[in-house]
């Protein structure tokens, strides 16, 4: 079977041409004019009107799309696979970023307009990559953008945690983390994937929350995280982090999938929420990150009781920290 995101992959400037041409009407509204004009110009000479206000309402083809590359030189010597084409374009469909006409084919070809606000809003956060290539490629594209943070206390006991990049408007690079992770320390190291250290020149921390920043002296280069501040329960997930794996040498980056499962409250009146994404010690500050590449939450704790467990056989469950709460904490 062929993996449809490698082989989109394999053939990004079909892929990136075909969104920009299709989103057009939102992200680029001066080429949408000269697109959509000599869409006009094509079907004009075919005398049908019911075409051409197709066009005028926005929904092109790929007929029209070819026409396009061919009238900029952009072809190229062995032409555009129309396959690669027609996959980019269900998949923009799936993901709401075009609205396909009714799923009928008009003169034999699919008809597709812009998505409007959400496919702006994408193009702009330089996300559509992200929903149409999948958790591959976002694990793929943000594994150095995850970070081990190695924790020695005054005591000498080692712990080590995740923490996660973003960029912070005017103040660089900061990493988001737990925290329980980072207080307290006599020394700390924070490791990109492949063990280099990252130097740091602050950190702070938030005064009840379990949130803590590490403000870099030094950036990384890779791309940074973005929240996003809803989500619904039953979206699918996926965490990755630094756990504790027995038997073996190493703390390892590894991936998790689950779903969202519930936004609850703990004794403490802290909203939180519910996740399937298998966790343990190491995965504290994991990122919570959906189906665009975008934050959700960070990993906080394990809710458990022991006295529920050996009595009532209570399983523990994994809770997060919203973006909306990481958002606060860095804003103030």
């Known amino acids: 079977?062929?993996?449809?995101?490698?082989?989109?992959?394999a053939h990004l400037d079909i892929v990136d041409k075909?969104?920009?041409?299709?989103?057009?009407?939102?992200?680029?509204?001066?080429?949408?004019?000269?697109?959509?004009?000599?869409?006009?110009?094509?079907?004009?000479?075919t005398g049908d009107k019911s075409i051409q206000a197709l066009v005028h309402a926005g929904y092109l083809s790929t007929y029209d799309f070819l026409i396009y590359l061919g009238s900029k030189?952009?072809?190229?010597?062995?032409?555009?696979?129309?396959?690669?084409?027609?996959?980019?374009?269900?998949?923009?469909?799936?993901?709401?970023?075009?609205?396909?006409?009714?799923?009928?084919?008009?003169?034999?070809?699919?008809r597709y307009k812009s998505g409007g606000p959400l496919a702006g809003?994408?193009?702009?956060?330089?996300?559509?990559?992200?929903?149409?290539?999948?958790?591959?490629?976002?694990?793929?594209?943000?594994?150095?953008?995850?970070?081990?943070?190695?924790?020695?206390?005054?005591d000498s006991?080692?712990?080590i945690g995740t923490g996660f990049l973003i960029q912070r408007k005017g103040?660089?690079?900061?990493?988001?983390?737990?925290?329980?992770?980072?207080?307290?320390?006599?020394?700390?190291?924070?490791?990109?994937?492949?063990?280099?250290?990252i130097e740091f020149k602050e950190i702070k921390l938030h005064p009840t929350k379990d949130l803590g920043l590490i403000n870099l002296a030094t950036s990384i280069d890779s791309p940074s995280f973005q929240f996003n501040m809803t989500f619904d329960?039953?979206?699918?997930?996926?965490?990755?982090?630094?756990?504790?794996?027995?038997?073996?040498?190493?703390?390892?980056?590894?991936?998790?999938?689950?779903e969202i499962n519930s936004l609850v409250e703990d004794y403490e009146s802290n909203k939180i929420f519910l996740f399937s994404a298998?966790?343990?010690?190491?995965?504290?500050?994991?990122?919570?990150?959906d189906k665009m590449g975008t934050i959700l939450g960070i990993v906080t704790q394990e809710l458990f009781e022991e006295t529920a467990f050996r009595q009532k056989g209570k399983l523990p469950y994994y809770a997060a920290i919203p973006s909306v709460e990481i958002n606060g904490f860095i804003k103030d």
């Open 1 to 9: 079977m062929i993996d449809q995101s490698k082989l989109l992959q």
């Open 18 to 45: 075909t969104i920009n041409y299709f989103t057009s009407e939102v992200t680029n509204p001066t080429e949408f004019i000269e697109i959509k004009e000599l869409a006009l110009q094509t079907c004009k000479r």
């Open 73 to 110: 030189k952009q072809l190229g010597k062995e032409g555009v696979k129309t396959q690669i084409v027609d996959l980019t374009l269900k998949l923009l469909a799936e993901n709401f970023i075009v609205t396909p006409l009714d799923s009928i084919a008009v003169n034999g070809f699919m």
């Open 121 to 154: 809003a994408l193009y702009k956060m330089n996300l559509i990559h992200n929903l149409i290539f999948g958790f591959n490629f976002i694990i793929e594209k943000y594994r150095k953008s995850v970070v081990k943070i190695e924790h020695i206390d005054k």
């Open 157 to 159: 006991n080692h712990s």
């Open 171 to 197: 103040k660089g690079q900061s990493i988001v983390t737990n925290k329980h992770v980072i207080e307290g320390y006599k020394k700390l190291r924070v490791l990109d994937v492949d063990d280099n250290e």
């Open 233 to 258: 329960v039953m979206s699918e997930i996926i965490t990755v982090g630094y756990p504790s794996i027995p038997m073996t040498k190493y703390s390892y980056q590894v991936v998790h999938r689950g």
């Open 278 to 289: 298998k966790t343990s010690s190491g995965n504290s500050c994991s990122p919570i990150i």
